[in-house]
């Protein structure tokens, strides 16, 4: 049986159970729902008509305590195996899938990172802004050495619109993906997972009752970029903590 690190490598994601206790996620739930009332008039927050949040941008700055998930030790020692002792947090989103406004993704791959100003273009390129932020796609040297940590708030089911994910798709020269995989996760587990990993995401099943709020840190492998960019934002990962 393939440890998580080994099937991170092998098919570019893998599941750590139970990072977060239920106490813990519940009170993620509390939190994020007071910073998001808060920023109900913020441009990085996505509400539907009910006012229900459905998405959010620039997380780490209308929610600064969500770096704090990247100090507890069951995602640190993994985050810092994976990146070493110069690894970060670079950016934070914020989805949900909440009753009455469900909606979906095709197959993509995650290709833009947040900076603090658009540069020459060549390593990078395609600069964008969202939600008043600097984006540009990078360069895949740079996302094959990332990952995406997805902490979820809420079990992910077959009725709560999933994510689907193509295993082997990370690699550069992707030549043996194999088929289609559906995931499932419990509330509190993280889904580690490489940006360049194709994936996708359908919608909730009709009449779902079920939320489905997923906290998305991105980590990069070093503050440095190259060109003269800098990250829009970097935390640097704890460095007390073991790499199991």
């Known amino acids: 049986m393939k440890t998580w690190f080994e099937q991170l490598i092998q098919d570019g994601y893998a599941i750590l159970c139970g990072v977060l206790s239920p106490m813990e996620v519940d009170a993620a739930c509390a939190d994020s729902a007071r910073a998001f009332a808060e920023q109900s008039a913020s441009a990085s927050l996505l509400t539907s008509k009910a006012g229900a949040a459905y998405g959010a941008r620039n997380l780490l700055e209308i929610w600064p305590e969500v770096v704090a998930f990247m100090r507890i030790p069951a995602l640190a020692g993994p985050l810092v195996k994976i990146l070493g002792p110069q690894g970060g947090l670079v950016r934070g989103l914020y989805f949900d899938k909440p009753p009455g406004a469900t909606w979906s993704l095709p ?28 984006h540009v796609e990078a360069p895949p040297d740079l996302l094959a050495r990332m990952v995406t940590a997805r902490i979820h708030l809420d079990s992910m089911t077959p009725s709560n619109g999933p994510l689907a994910v193509l295993p082997g798709s990370h690699r550069l020269d992707a030549t043996d993906c194999r088929d289609a995989v559906t995931l499932q996760c419990a509330a509190g587990d993280v889904l580690l997972m490489r940006p360049l990993l194709s994936h996708s995401s359908i919608e909730s099943a009709a009449h779902c009752a079920e939320h489905r709020r997923i906290v998305h840190l991105e980590f990069g492998p070093s503050p440095e970029l190259p060109d003269g960019y800098a990250w829009h934002s970097f935390y640097r990962l704890p460095n007390n903590v073991g790499s199991r």
Do not use: E, M, N, Y
């Not at 540069?119 to 964008?128: E, V």
């Open 107 to 134: 197959w993509h791959r995650d290709l833009t990172i947040a900076v603090q100003r658009h540069g020459p273009l060549g390593h990078f390129k395609k600069p964008t802004l969202k939600a008043g932020v600097p």
